[in-house]
């Protein structure tokens, strides 16, 4: 059991104001695995004044200083890498086969590149008579979803810290065991107090004092559309920085000449991983539809393939969903998906023989779907894919930007030169053109209702950058 009773605030693991704790369950065996205090508003306000109370100490630090602390941080997560990612698995329900190296390894890679960011701080800009100087936007607040949890508080945190801000961390109850792990590499590492604050407890009233208290000078919120929404709304009145990163519905554009096979391959495993709980998930699969009929068995081929089953079992393509509640909206949605005339190809609402115990989701996928579907328009975020045919490129793009979001999508092409024309087309924050990479140095964010900030890499940065203009 990981018991937590204690929040960490201004340096120091402190009894919280709010009652109770919030238990944690692991998805694969129902059994609680951990308890997190309920915080409130008090404890937000104590957090939220221990980081005004180190913001001008910590902005005031050498960049080069504060590179030294993330790297001492890089090194910590390094050799509790393993607990780390065990961890994760136990509260996400993400296959051993991935946790290590895309919960843990790859979030390691963009932490240490803010170690080297960091000196962008010191750079000064003469125009004209004026020096453009950067400067740390202030006391910044994260808020943060349960699908990729290290992923996300690293993202915000090693920039926050490169630029010399201090912050407040809410995770989200479904997840919040590897924030507990991380805030104590942090105390071991001896960041100075007040710098990294963490309370854990529910959105509407953590999330919610956070994003609207005065001395906090940013939300970086990720997670869905409608609690974004309700976030920026919150935070309107004291005019503070807002970067959302939410939901998508991102399409993967297979064109006529492409190697269909290893497409279809791609695109399904895509959706699976994680159980189709990825926001970049290339949920809506457009296809060329003198090849549809084939790529349609090739898609339940690979489906078939895939094996789901317990995270722990190294040969685990797809663990359960994170929580009841998100199996009870992915079965609603493919429920939705069948009376909306959709063919269900393979999967479906039925609970897996021999899973009876855990969340478990069979992967489904569905043919014959309108781009106009509830299930093509709205993000399920489960092991749904959507197979959609198209008749010319021309109508490809369009189905692929008929959507609400913008925030990833893929090419798979012929050539490099076909791909690379279509990716230019497609409104999405990301394009991922036949199977490339994630790149932890390049920014990562969304068009449209996907959001309007940028994590990772220089632009990441920036989000967390006040510039001034010296005239002199
Ligand atoms: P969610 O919106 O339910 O919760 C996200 C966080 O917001 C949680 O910590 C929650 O407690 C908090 N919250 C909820 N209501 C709030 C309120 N009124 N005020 C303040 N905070 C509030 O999302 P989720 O179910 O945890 O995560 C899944 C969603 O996250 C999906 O929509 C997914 O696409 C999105 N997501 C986006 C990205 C991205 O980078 N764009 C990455 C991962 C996940």
């Given amino acids: 059991m990981h018991k937590h009773t204690q929040l960490y605030i201004d340096g120091t693991w402190v009894a919280p104001a709010g009652s109770g704790l919030a238990e944690v369950l692991n998805p694969a065996t129902e059994q609680a695995i951990g308890q997190v205090p309920l915080g409130d508003e008090r404890d ?35 050799a509790r890498g393993d607990e780390m990612a065990a961890l994760i698995t136990a509260e996400l329900g993400m296959p051993v086969q991935w946790c290590r190296s895309i919960q843990v390894d790859g979030p390691l ?18 125009v004209g008579n004026s020096l453009v100087i950067r400067e740390p936007v202030g006391v910044c607040a994260f808020i943060n979803p349960w699908n990729y949890p290290l992923h996300q508080l690293l993202g915000k945190l090693a920039p926050a810290l490169a630029a010399g801000c201090t912050v407040v961390v809410k995770p989200s109850q479904e997840t919040p065991l590897h924030a507990f792990l991380l805030a104590q590499m942090i105390e071991a590492i001896g960041l100075p107090a007040g710098v990294f604050n963490l309370v854990s407890g529910p959105g509407a009233k953590v999330g919610e004092a956070l994003a609207k208290h005065p001395l906090v000078d940013m939300v970086s919120f990720t997670g869905s559309t409608g609690a974004g929404v309700r976030v920026a709304q919150a935070a309107a009145p004291s005019v503070k ?75 685990s393509f797809l663990g359960p969903m994170c929580s009841a509640g998100q199996l009870r909206t992915v079965r609603d949605y493919i429920r939705i ?59 490809a793009v369009q189905l692929a930007n008929d959507s609400p979001f913008g925030l990833s999508s893929g090419v798979w092409a012929g050539t490099p030169e076909r791909a690379l024309g279509l990716a230019r087309q497609l409104r999405a924050g990301q394009c991922f053109i036949n199977g490339a990479a994630f790149n932890y140095r390049a920014p990562f964010g969304g068009y449209k209702q996907s959001g309007n900030g940028r994590e990772w890499g220089e632009e990441g940065l920036a989000e967390f950058v006040e510039i001034k203009a010296v005239q002199c």
């Fill in 44 to 78: 937000v306000e104590r957090a939220v004044q221990a980081a005004r109370g180190a913001f001008p100490a910590w902005a005031a630090t050498p960049a080069s200083v504060r590179a030294g602390y993330i790297q001492a941080l890089a090194a910590q997560l390094e």
């Fill in 109 to 126: 890679e963009g932490l240490r590149h803010y170690a080297e960011l960091a000196a962008l701080m010191d750079e000064v800009r003469e």
């Fill in 241 to 315: 920085r807002v970067c959302l990163e939410l939901g998508g519905k991102s399409a993967l554009l297979i064109a006529e000449d492409a190697d269909l096979a290893a497409a279809v391959r791609y695109g399904v495993q895509d959706v699976m991983l994680n159980s189709g709980q990825t926001c970049t998930a290339l949920t809506r699969m457009l296809l060329p539809a003198s090849r549809y009929a084939e790529a349609l068995e090739l898609a339940v081929a690979e489906t078939a393939s895939l094996r789901l089953g317990d995270p722990l079992d190294p040969e």
């Fill in 337 to 395: 998906g069948e009376e909306e005339g959709a063919r269900l190809l393979c999967g479906g609402v039925a609970v897996p023989s021999g899973l009876e115990r855990g969340f478990y989701q069979l992967p489904t996928l569905f043919a014959d779907v309108d781009n106009r579907m509830r299930i093509a328009q709205e993000e399920i975020f489960g092991p749904v894919l959507c197979l959609i045919p198209y008749a010319d490129e021309v109508q």
